[in-house]
């Protein structure tokens, strides 16, 4: 797959180069710098004049648009390096400082994150909030990390409002993708374990409904069937008293047991 399923739309930009040249390791978050829809987004990027492009678009609303689809790099952050690694957002924002984004665009942004990470196999999103320790950090196979057009280029992009979110953003990706797998084990109640504990049981005790058991014992199951020492319960599909031969045998079974041979040879 090459593009969310979160987006609502797709324009194509012609302002890209194909393929991007990097395995994808870094997301780059931008801020458009105006309130439009996630169409206006791809409006402004269908001009081949601007030379700019970005992989989404997030409009006003939280509805998402694909300009540029994940296996081309976008030009967007003015740094080849960084784009033909990353995935590139422009989030509707204020047209002026702190180019705040709506709520509703925030949460899109953080879904829009999880969904990159998850399909890349990404179980950590990064925020460092330092260029050098970013740009010379070698992430781990599961790890995406966050930069921003503001180390790039004399710009305020991504805006004071969402750089100062990445910390939240970038925490709140990684738990997301971590709950989904511990939630998983640790979700179980006692109920739950019971019901699953007691079909288990019967699943074994059914597994029993058979004489199945090895040839070295025939003569011993012999000894002990004619004698009447062991009784065989409900006869099993081969139609003979199920003695049950592999199941395990409680102290009060071996009681009887010990019991049924002490009467047959009078010693009780
Ligand atoms: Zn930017």
């Given at each position: 797959?090459?593009?969310?399923?979160?987006?609502?739309?797709?324009?194509?930009?012609?302002?890209?180069?194909?393929?991007?040249?990097?395995?994808?390791?870094?997301?780059?978050?931008?801020?458009?710098?105006?309130?439009?829809?996630?169409?206006?987004?791809?409006?402004?990027?269908?001009?081949?004049?601007?030379?700019?492009?970005?992989?989404?678009?997030?409009?006003?609303?939280?509805?998402?648009?694909?300009?540029?689809?994940?296996?081309?790099?976008?030009w967007c952050s003015s740094s080849g390096a960084n784009d033909?690694?990353?995935?590139?957002?422009?989030?509707?924002?204020?047209?002026?400082?702190?180019?705040?984004?709506?709520?509703?665009?925030?949460?899109?942004?953080?879904?829009?994150?999880?969904?990159?990470?998850?399909?890349?196999?990404?179980?950590?999103?990064?925020?460092?909030?330092?260029?050098?320790?970013?740009?010379?950090?070698?992430?781990?196979?599961?790890?995406?990390?966050?930069?921003?057009?503001?180390?790039?280029?004399?710009?305020?992009?991504?805006?004071?409002?969402?750089?100062?979110?990445?910390?939240?953003?970038?925490?709140?990706?990684?738990?997301?993708?971590?709950?989904?797998?511990?939630?998983?084990?640790?979700?179980?109640?006692q109920e739950q374990f019971d019901k699953m504990f007691d079909?288990?049981?019967?699943?074994?005790?059914?597994?029993?409904?058979?004489?199945?058991?090895?040839?070295?014992?025939?003569?011993?199951?012999?000894?002990?069937?004619?004698?009447?020492?062991?009784?065989?319960?409900?006869?099993?599909?081969?139609?003979?008293?199920?003695?049950?031969?592999?199941?395990?045998?409680?102290?009060?079974?071996?009681?009887?047991?010990?019991?049924a041979f002490a009467v047959k040879f009078g010693l009780a």
């Amino acid at each position: 797959m090459s593009s969310s399923p979160l987006i609502s739309c797709t324009n194509i930009s012609p302002n890209r180069s194909s393929p991007r040249n990097k395995p994808i390791d870094r997301i780059t978050i931008h801020c458009v710098v105006g309130q439009c829809t996630a169409e206006r987004i791809g409006e402004i990027f269908q001009n081949k004049n601007r030379q700019a492009s970005c992989n989404y678009g997030v409009g006003k609303d939280g509805r998402i648009i694909l300009v540029v689809d994940e296996k081309d790099r976008s030009w967007c952050s003015s740094s080849g390096a960084n784009d033909h690694r990353a995935i590139t957002f422009e989030v509707a924002s204020d047209a002026t400082h702190p180019y705040a984004v709506t709520d509703a665009a925030l949460q899109a942004t953080i879904n829009l994150c999880e969904d990159i990470c998850r399909r890349h196999g990404k179980t950590r999103l990064l925020w460092f909030g330092d260029k050098d320790k970013t740009l010379s950090y070698s992430p781990a196979p599961n790890e995406m990390v966050m930069t921003v057009h503001r180390w790039f280029a004399a710009k305020a992009c991504p805006g004071d409002y969402l750089y100062n979110l990445h910390g939240m953003i970038a925490a709140e990706v990684t738990k997301r993708l971590s709950s989904a797998t511990t939630e998983g084990v640790c979700e179980m109640n006692q109920e739950q374990f019971d019901k699953m504990f007691d079909a288990s049981m019967l699943r074994y005790r059914r597994s029993l409904q058979d004489n199945d058991c090895g040839t070295w014992s025939e003569a011993a199951r012999k000894f002990v069937t004619e004698n009447r020492i062991f009784s065989g319960g409900t006869p099993g599909p081969d139609g003979q008293p199920n003695f049950m031969w592999e199941d395990l045998l409680t102290r009060e079974q071996c009681a009887q047991v010990l019991y049924a041979f002490a009467v047959k040879f009078g010693l009780a």
